[in-house]
């Protein structure tokens, strides 16, 4: 089954409101956990990463901290613009593998 | 650095026919994994070479193949096309693909599209 789980999309947020779009994982050990974005017609881009469990990996005003007691990994924004509406991808190292989450598409209006 | 390139960027096929997709890595970068990804599975990891080398495998078909040259550049191939492999396939390179810590860079992909 799959090993990543995040929220749903889409998500639809006014410019400057607060983001959160959860992430949970099922794996052994200590993965690394990345956050990827995809903008339309592009390919991924990796967004932020936390190797080691209370990790925080940052970006662009993004933030996630990796909490291995409830193997969550929530991506968050104080304010987020337009330009970051995009699908968001949560994912994790498993077996040498990177398994991905389904995608959060976020839509930010003006 | 240039990035991660991929060609075709877009290809058109019936099927039956079978398709080879392209992937230049980044220069120095060993590692190339390839993943489909489609609105309904989501990305799915298909393969990963490493030193000319298959190295990981996803719950693909046979008829999912790739390859690797020397100087890492890397080959897909797809035979007997399914319309379900309409799909867009992304391939990723990292330095050295060191159990997943390494940090992938995507090319735009290839959409592929079967008739």
């Known amino acids: 089954g799959n090993s990543v789980t995040q929220m749903e999309g889409p998500v639809t947020l006014s410019e400057e409101a607060f983001l959160t779009i959860n992430c949970t994982y099922t794996?052994?050990?200590?993965?690394?956990l990345f956050w990827y974005v995809q903008y339309p017609g592009e390919g991924l881009q990796l967004l932020l990463k936390?190797?080691?469990?209370?990790d925080k990996g940052s970006n662009k005003g993004f933030e996630a901290t990796y909490r291995k007691e409830t193997t969550s990994f929530h991506l968050e924004k104080g304010s987020v613009q337009v330009s970051d509406s995009a699908v968001y991808f949560c994912a994790v190292n498993r077996d040498d593998k990177i398994i991905f989450g389904k995608g959060t598409r976020l839509h930010i209006l003006p | 650095k240039a990035g991660v390139t991929q060609t075709p960027r877009y290809l058109i096929k019936t099927r039956g026919q079978q398709v080879t997709l392209s992937c230049s890595p980044i220069s120095g970068h060993r590692s190339v994994s390839w993943y489909q990804q489609t609105p309904g599975q989501g990305l799915q990891f298909l393969f990963e070479?490493?030193?000319?080398?298959?190295?990981n495998k996803g719950n693909f078909p046979g008829r999912f193949s790739g390859r690797q040259f020397s100087n890492s550049r890397s080959e897909m191939n797809v035979s007997t096309l399914e319309l379900g492999d309409s799909a867009l396939y992304l391939c990723?390179?990292?330095?050295?693909?060191?159990?997943?810590?390494?940090?992938?860079?995507f090319g735009p992909g290839t959409r592929l599209t079967v008739l």
């Open positions: 990723a390179s990292s330095l050295r693909g060191d159990r997943g810590a390494d940090t992938q860079y």
């Open positions: 070479y490493f030193s000319e080398t298959q190295r």
């Open positions: 794996a052994t050990g200590y993965p690394s």
């Open positions: 936390a190797t080691k469990a209370d």
